[in-house]
């Protein structure tokens, strides 16, 4: 795991959707785990760190 992805990981624990964001911009990832997160906080860190680390 790269700095670049430790970052994108530690960002998307703090705020799930902007780690998702700084990898894939408005991609259908982003808005799957905006979603998430207005569901629930957990959910949104769950697919986020699954999107940038799988």
């Known amino acids: 795991m790269g700095s670049e992805t430790f970052l994108e990981v ?6 799930p959707p902007a780690g998702v964001f700084l990898r894939y911009g408005l991609a259908v990832e982003f808005w799957i785990d905006l979603l998430l997160t ?3 906080y957990i959910p949104g860190v769950i697919y986020a760190i699954y999107v940038l680390v799988g």
């Open 10 to 15: 530690i960002l998307a624990v703090l705020l």
């Open 38 to 40: 207005f569901l629930g």
